[in-house]
């Protein structure tokens, strides 16, 4: 599921303003959201393509993080 980069990663921390990251492309994004999920999951992270317009909801990472979890204990 590679998207030609740059992708963002955006999330809020405490009603602060949204902080941006950028990685090359979407898989990278995706596995800095897992690495850091525990402390991403209350930030509404979101990913955004190179325009910024969103690629992936905060529901779409929280619902593919849960799931990553699932497979992770039948395992």
Do not use: C, N, Y
Not at 12 to 25: N, Q, Y
Not at 39 to 47: F, M, N, S, Y
């Amino acid at each position: 599921m590679t998207t030609q980069g740059p992708v963002h990663l955006r999330w809020r921390a405490a009603g602060a303003a949204p902080e941006i990251e950028t990685f090359a492309d979407l898989d990278a994004a995706l596995d800095a959201v897992e690495e850091r999920w525990e402390e991403l999951q209350h930030q509404a992270p979101q990913i955004l393509d190179a325009r910024k317009i969103l690629l992936i909801s905060t529901e779409q990472l929280k619902a593919a993080m849960v799931e990553g979890e699932d497979e992770d204990a039948a395992d």
